[in-house]
C-alpha cells in the first residue's frame, strides 16, 4: 500500500505527504511549519509520527518550512549534495544527525519503501524526482522542470499514480504581467512544463497500470485549475485514452490538502 497526499502545490508552497504501513515522510515542506501541522491534522495524520524529510531542490517554495520541521518533529532532511550546498544554512540550526545526503540518480530504502531518484532539467543545484515503490505500487513524482528527456519519460511510465507539473498556460504567460525575463526563465529548458506540453508527455506515460494522474504545481498568475484540466483532457482523449473511465485526472489544490490516494 502507498498512499499519497497534496498538501500543498504551486509557486507559493508545495509539500507531499507519502506513506506505507511502516513509513510516513514529507517530500518538500515550502510552507510554514504551522501550515504543514495543519494540513497533517486535517488528513489525520499526527506531525510527530513522521519518519523524514526528502527535498527535491533549494527553492523557497520547497524548504521554506523544512528547518521547522526538522527541528519541531525530529526529523532528519535528505537531500543531494548540490541541493545542501545550495542551501548553505538556509534552514537554521540543524543538528549533523538531521542532515543525510541522498543519491542525484539511483535508490535507496526507507523501511517497507524503495525511493528511487532522477535528475530533473531546471534552475536549482540538483533537482531530482521520485519514485516511490512498495508492495508491486509505484508513485511517480516530478515537479519543476523545464522539459521531459527520454530518460526521465522512461520513469514516468507505468506509475499507478503520476504527478507532474502543469506549470502555465502559455498564452497567459506571454500575455501576463511578468517581466520579459522571468517570462524567458519559465519557458526556458531549465523552467516549467506548460498545460500543453504535460499533456503530451502524459499521452507517452500513460500506461494500463496508471490509475490516478495529479496535475501539480499550477501557476497562481499564469494558468487556471480548469484550464490545465481541460488541456490535458483534450489531449488525452485525442490520443484514445479515456480518461474516467480506466484512470482520473486530479488537479492539486494550491493552499489545502488535495488529491488524498491509497493504492492498495
Known amino acids: 500500500m502507498i498512499e499519497v497526499c497534496m498538501l500543498a502545490s504551486g509557486s507559493s508552497g508545495n509539500a507531499v505527504y507519502v506513506a506505507t504501513e511502516n513509513a510516513r515522510l514529507l517530500v518538500d515542506a515550502g510552507i510554514s511549519g504551522r501550515r504543514l501541522a495543519s494540513a497533517l491534522n486535517q488528513i489525520g495524520v499526527d506531525p510527530a509520527t513522521l519518519d523524514c524529510l526528502l527535498v527535491s531542490h533549494d527553492h523557497n517554495d520547497h524548504v521554506s518550512g523544512a528547518g521547522i520541521m526538522a527541528r519541531r518533529y525530529g526529523l532528519p532532511i535528505f537531500a543531494t549534495v548540490g541541493t545542501w550546498q545550495a542551501m548553505n544554512g538556509r534552514l537554521g540550526p540543524l543538528l549533523p544527525h538531521y542532515e543525510r545526503a541522498m543519491p542525484r540518480q539511483g535508490r535507496f530504502s526507507h523501511k517497507d519503501l524503495v525511493i528511487e531518484t532522477f535528475p530533473l532539467p531546471h534552475d536549482a543545484a540538483d533537482t531530482v524526482g521520485f ?3 512498495c508492495g508491486g505500487k509505484t508513485v511517480a513524482l516530478a515537479t519543476d522542470l523545464g522539459y521531459v528527456t527520454p530518460g526521465i519519460l522512461d520513469r514516468l511510465q507505468n506509475a499507478n499514480c503520476l504527478i507532474l ?25 531549465s523552467g516549467h512544463l506548460s498545460n500543453k506540453t504535460a499533456a503530451k508527455v502524459l499521452t507517452n506515460a500513460l500506461a494500463p497500470a496508471t490509475r490516478h494522474i495529479v496535475l501539480a504545481h499550477l501557476s497562481e498568475h ?23 473511465k480506466n484512470f482520473a485526472v486530479h488537479v492539486a489544490s494550491r493552499h489545502s490538502p488535495s488529491c488524498h490516494i491509497r493504492l492498495a
Open 131 to 133: 519514485l516511490f515503490h
Open 222 to 244: 499564469n494558468n487556471l485549475p480548469a484550464l490545465a484540466l481541460e488541456t490535458v483532457l483534450s489531449e488525452l482523449e485525442c490520443a484514445g485514452c479515456r480518461p474516467g
Open 165 to 189: 507539473e502543469a506549470n502555465h498556460d502559455e498564452d497567459m504567460l506571454l500575455n501576463g504581467t511578468y517581466p520579459w525575463p522571468l517570462k524567458k526563465r519559465i519557458l526556458s529548458n
